[in-house]
DNA sequence: TCAAAAGTGTTCTGTTTACACCCATGG
DNA sequence: CCATGGGTGTAAACAGAACACTTTTGA
């Protein structure tokens, strides 16, 4: 703008690919779209778009997101840039990933028709065009770090879940088997939830309790970090 | 190039800038360099450049590094995209860091001048331009994970080192001291090192025993990683 | 009355931390 | 002969893993 310095140097398309995971209460999908335009049209993708000049990628991320689903204000982290000469065939395009965290069900989409979108159990999805396959697989990684190291729960679950419920989700997202007693034990050592008096009875003939997060707390949490082992 | 999908869509300039750690033995150190153009010339700033329309992220990080330093084949890592709109006043810039470790005294450089560059300690850097200095911070704390997570003594340290220097290497990432008995112990639990019987007889009039590293060992480590206290 | 899922504690094992003395050598 | 830094093991505390039975209630 201004001074141009750097006037002879190249300068290239720079996108954003979002992977947006999703909890249902009891696996942990991931929400992919139809292409709808050239190069790869109808075919399964991640949701993207292209930086703007007067953005930056944490906004250009949300905008995408909220461009095509209609949710704003979700949990967004940059992962990881893509560079790879040949990744669209169409035009040298580098793509910064980020990945978004969501509850599903308290998050009905406005944007997204259903014939052009749709939540896929991870091990069960579509391939995927260019390199979001890679990145996808990167961001389950994050993702699992993430849920060691940080508390999640909090984007992934409605306002109110029981214990059996925040098991599954690391569970899917740890892609194993926990025992139930020392998940409790160990969560509740965190000291970020709150057991409320309230019973689901629609998860069982006995109920069961209810938790929420307590937010401070958790937020707290996020700041310091953690280390579990699970 | 070929299809022009795309064609509407704003571009923008692609930098790479480097964060590169060294160690000399005793401690780690950043390496900068004097900004030789404007804008900020004269000011301490990462060893950077511009994206190519032919190279990805991960050439070109290797490509500057080469140019500056007359260093290649060194191990780097990409960090984070940065990305605020003025972050750089000339012109839109979005920056992609990297980090490098390398081993200070194995490394003699032809390509800088000592007057444009230096090694600092974490601690002693002067101000940076830009973001550069986030950027320290970012990679400061991308380091101490790998540490804790991945074996990284092979980039930093002489073919041939002492336990000491070991311990140093990782009191300096960690920024804390170490017990030596426990360091040891839980070093050699890993089991990636070879005990030579050669001793370094000018760190101690005892002398020291010399290490190396098991190449085939460490890789493999480096592949599962681990998890480690300290 | 029984099937289904929830809730709950203890023991054992392995890991981490804390800690102090002797050794070899060069000056 | 002594000052310097290197080398080595054990005990106590803590964290993680394994494990089984009772409760509630809707059908």
């Given at each position: ?15 954003v690919?979002c ?30 778009g ?7 990628l944490d906004e250009a991320a949300a905008r995408v997101l ?10 967004m982290?940059q ?17 910064v990933?980020y990945?978004a ?130």
């Amino acid at each position: 703008m201004a001074l141009n310095y750097y006037k002879k140097e190249d300068k290239v398309l720079l996108a954003v690919d979002c992977i947006i995971f999703g909890f249902d209460k009891k696996n942990l999908k991931l929400l992919l779209v139809k292409r709808n335009f050239e190069p790869e049209k109808g075919n399964w993708s991640l949701i993207g778009g292209f930086l703007k000049k007067d953005e930056n990628l944490d906004e250009a991320a949300a905008r995408v997101l909220q461009t095509l689903t209609g949710l704003n204000n979700i949990y967004m982290e940059q992962l990881y840039a893509y560079s790879m000469v040949d990744r669209d065939p169409a035009e040298r395009t580098i793509s910064v990933a980020y990945f978004a965290l969501i509850d599903i069900e308290s998050h009905q989409f406005e944007g997204v028709q259903l014939d052009t979108a749709g939540w896929f159990d991870l091990k069960k999805a579509p391939p995927l065009i260019f390199d979001h396959g890679m990145m996808v697989e990167k961001a389950v990684s994050r993702l699992r770090r993430r849920a060691l190291t940080k508390p999640i729960g909090f984007e992934l679950l409605p306002e109110k879940f029981t214990m059996r419920q925040l098991q599954a989700l690391y569970e899917s997202i740890l892609d194993k088997k926990l025992d139930k007693r020392n998940f409790v034990n160990k969560f509740n050592s965190l000291d970020v939830l709150v057991k409320l008096d309230e019973k689901d009875m629609t998860v069982a003939r006995k109920g069961a309790y209810l938790y929420q997060f307590d937010k401070d707390k958790y937020d707290r949490k996020v700041e310091e970090g953690f280390s579990f082992k699970l």
